[in-house]
């Protein structure tokens, strides 16, 4: 029987990505290979803190939930064997799936019908070093480019990554998120502006509504 490691599952509103605001099933798979600076999941980071799921369980528990979207995230949703078949499950009972990974881990044997929130870590996140761009040769018009910003200087080096990778244009959206109490809002939106860069402004909505502390959300 294939089993995950679940940091939690629950319901919420989608706080990200192109589904924002919408319901959506959250399956929070525990263990990481980063350690970003501004992460707010480190309880997750540690693959042996989760509790063992079946894969049929997590999906009857989706299932379950009522909810037609649902997010597989982490952690570092990619580093168990296991999502692979947990995927395929849920597409195959008519779901809408997601999966947000860091960037770092091939992504490639991710089911097409699965959209991709795929992150490009800045400098500011302590964790640009590395094949950060490991899936850049393999986008679908599908995926979601996810960089998260904490000042000025991350913004001029994701424009320059941008410029330098026209194939990211081949996405559905690229998505500028500020740094939550970190990056001002105000000046990632004035930067976006001032520049006409064609990227989605996006905030994390979920820390505005209930506190960047709160989990289960």
């Known amino acids: ?33 980063l350690r970003c600076v501004y992460c707010d999941t480190n309880y997750a980071w540690d ?9 049929d369980d997590v999906a009857a528990w989706v299932s379950g939930s009522g909810v037609p979207l649902v997010e597989i995230t982490g952690g570092e949703p ?17 779901l809408e799936v997601l999966l947000e990974t860091n960037g770092h881990v091939d992504a490639r044997g991710v089911p097409e019908r699965v959209t991709r929130i795929i992150d490009v870590k800045t400098p500011g996140s302590g964790m ?22 904490t000042d000025r200087s991350d913004y001029d080096w994701a424009k320059e990554v941008l410029a330098a990778h026209p194939e990211l244009g081949r996405v559905s959206a690229i998505l500028f998120s500020p740094a ?33 502390e709160e989990r289960g959300v």
């Open 1 to 33: 029987m294939e089993t995950l490691s679940v940091s939690e599952l629950f319901v919420s509103i989608q706080g990200e990505s192109l589904a924002a605001g919408r319901l959506c099933a959250f399956v929070r798979l525990a263990g990481c290979n």
């Open 78 to 94: 990619l580093l168990q064997p296991a999502v692979y078949p947990l995927m395929e499950t849920l597409i195959g009972r008519g």
């Open 47 to 55: 693959a042996d803190a989760g509790r063992a799921m079946a894969v």
């Open 180 to 212: 939550f109490e970190t990056l001002p809002p105000r000046d990632l939106a004035g930067w976006i502006i001032a520049d006409r860069l064609p990227v989605r402004f996006q905030l994390q909505l979920h820390k505005y509504v209930w506190g960047p």
């Open 128 to 149: 640009a070093e590395g094949d950060y761009l490991v899936n850049l040769p393999s986008l679908r018009e599908n995926d979601q480019i996810k960089f998260v910003l």
